[in-house]
């Protein structure tokens, strides 16, 4: 991990300088949800819930930097604290009023840091949080992000491979049944790692996916009081479902659901498991959801 990146310190108070213009769609109208996409993947991942959930709402998708459509600058900012920076601001600039925000995994982590961005900032802007399979602690990291995150053998690997092998090789470890991922998932992923900078992006994100202060920003956790629902697999093969239990303890006004027979993208792999949580969730915001696990 690259312990020379900027901490929560250097980050508390954001600004706007170096900014970059994150790729962005919107569907529907009503009050704004924004999804927050994962490590590897872009606002494509949403692609299997967005119209339901824009039969109510506005949807908003990003890809967030170096991912997607976005901007992949060759610097060293692609910490969850930088890309955190770049929405809270985004929902700034779009005056997203009552905002819901869904974030998985990478971008789960990505989702709690712009939340506690705006509590301290914008305490009325945002309605609600969803956490899916999301980082929040120190943890191990999987085996394929500790091998990118490695000097000299992760741009061994990233620029050796090709891309649908490497894209392969991730989505088993991703889902739970192999036997349900589609081409067309491996295609397009493949091809968001030939776009320029696109390695450089997935190599340095990947040295930077767990601040080496996360511990220590993660007291934040107790003073976040907005609505949260925390949807985990119990399953899951990359981030273990201890960590959604130990952020269901510190969030004051949390959630949790646990989902079976799924891997780390349920959104991907059974939206029609997913769906029903949401939608409740969303439309009614406090009300606890049904049962805890399915």
Do not use: C
């Not at 900032?121 to 992000?145: C, E, G, K, R, T």
């Not at 969303?282 to 049904?290: F, H, N, S």
């Amino acid at each position: 991990m690259d312990k020379n990146i900027p901490g929560w310190a250097q980050y508390r108070n954001p600004d706007k300088v170096n900014e970059l213009q994150l790729a962005s769609s919107s569907v529907g109208e009503g009050n704004p949800v924004l999804l927050i996409h994962g490590f590897g993947a872009s606002s494509y991942s949403w692609r299997h819930i967005i119209a339901t959930l824009a039969q109510k709402y506005r949807v908003i998708t990003i890809d967030l930097k170096g991912f997607g459509e976005s901007p992949k600058p060759r610097d060293d900012l692609y910490s969850v604290y930088e890309q955190a920076r770049l929405v809270r601001n985004f929902i700034l600039e779009n005056d997203l009023q009552n905002v819901r925000i869904i974030g998985h995994s990478y971008g789960g982590g990505v989702a709690l840091v712009t939340s506690i961005y705006l509590a301290a900032s914008h305490p009325n802007l945002q309605n609600s949080l969803v956490l899916i399979d999301s980082i929040a602690y120190p943890q191990d990291l999987p085996d394929f992000v500790e091998v990118l995150a490695t000097p000299v053998l992760g741009p061994l690997l990233i620029y050796t491979i090709p891309n649908a092998i490497q894209v392969k090789s991730l989505l088993k470890k991703v889902y739970f049944n192999d036997a349900l991922i589609p081409q067309s998932a491996i295609d397009h992923y493949a091809g968001n790692l030939d776009k320029p900078n696109a390695k450089y992006a997935t190599l340095t994100t990947a040295r930077q996916m767990l601040p080496i202060d996360l511990q220590q920003f993660s007291n934040n956790y107790s003073s976040l009081t907005i609505p949260t629902l925390i949807i985990w697999s119990k399953d899951d093969e990359i981030v273990p479902l201890e960590i959604g239990e130990r952020l269901h303890a510190d969030l004051p006004n949390s959630r949790m659901v646990v989902i079976k027979d799924v891997g780390h993208a349920v959104q991907e792999e059974k939206p029609s498991l997913l769906l029903p949580h949401l939608q409740q969730f969303l439309d009614t915001g406090t009300r606890r959801p049904a049962p805890d696990s399915e």
